[in-house]
């Protein structure tokens, strides 16, 4: 598939260049910390870890992206009251570092996600992996796209037509035989094993494969995975990206009940349980 030269809207490509910046300077700070090694862990009021690097990550990201002066929301501020985002129908869903269980472990596998919500569904979304520096970013009108090594052009940052000529559009796994399932490493509970049993029951024997943080959905876009369920809690700002970029990629995001797109900016932002089916693989 040809990468396009240009695009029609240019103010995504100008808010995409933004987040794609803003998502490689919070990942160079993020790898800082980590490889210092002092991390600064502290637990929030949910049990869930808080690092030195969450706060950089979340400082850098909300400098760079109030230069768009289109509001954010993110996990660090995550208790705005409702009354004061009710109204937004346009505002960047900020996950500064997805994955710090992952990042305490040192598996490398956490993400910094930076989402454009317009009308309660992601119109953009921009993942990078700080440990392989490895970028996926997508869109409504640019499709989706990966870049395996972000380090070997980063004098393209800024040149938006060098980013797409290095990058892979998504879907490109092709090639498979058997059916694929990406899993939560840390929440492979009983709801999603009986998912997983009903897919062997249709297919057969499956792979499964475990990943950590928002990468599970960058699987599934990339077509090396067909299906990723979801049946443990999850937050808007988890997976709002991967959600942009899994859907420009052909992909089906809907929520295992209703089996309708998810939406955002709910009162309560905690996600129901959702599924994530590869290009071409649900039918509905």
Request: one cysteine or more; charged letters at 20%.
């Amino acid at each position: 598939m040809a990468h396009p030269k240009t695009v029609d809207n240019l103010n995504e490509v100008q808010l995409m260049k933004t987040a794609i910046a803003a998502a490689y300077e919070a990942g160079k700070a993020i790898m800082e910390v980590y490889e210092s090694g002092d991390f600064d862990s502290v637990l929030k009021s949910d049990l869930s870890p808080l690092t030195k690097a969450d706060k950089v990550s979340h400082d850098i990201i909300s400098t760079m992206l109030a230069l768009t002066r289109i509001p954010m929301l993110s996990e660090e501020d995550s208790e705005m009251v409702y009354e004061k985002r009710r109204n937004w129908n346009r505002f960047w869903l900020v996950d500064p570092l997805d994955g710090t269980k992952e990042f305490l472990n040192r598996n490398g596998e956490f993400t910094v996600n930076i989402a454009l919500i317009e009308g309660n569904r992601p119109s953009m979304g921009v993942i990078l992996v700080p440990g392989t520096n490895t970028l996926y970013f997508g869109g409504q009108q640019l499709g989706s796209h990966r870049i395996g090594d972000l380090s070997l052009i980063q004098n393209a940052m800024h040149d938006f037509d060098s980013l797409l000529s290095s990058a892979k559009a998504l879907p490109y796994h092709t090639s498979r035989s058997t059916v694929t399932a990406v899993a939560s490493r840390s929440h492979l509970n009983s709801d999603t094993s009986s998912f997983l049993d009903s897919l062997k029951e249709i297919h057969g024997e499956i792979d499964v494969i475990s990943k950590g943080s928002s990468l599970k959905l960058c699987l599934v876009a990339e077509g090396a995975a067909d299906v990723y369920p979801r049946m443990a809690p999850t937050m808007e700002w988890d997976i709002a990206a991967g959600d942009a970029i899994a859907s420009a990629a052909g992909c089906s995001v809907i929520e295992h009940a209703t089996g309708q797109p998810l939406q955002y900016n709910k009162e309560q932002l905690l996600n129901p349980h959702f599924v994530v089916y590869g290009k071409g693989f649900y039918e509905g």
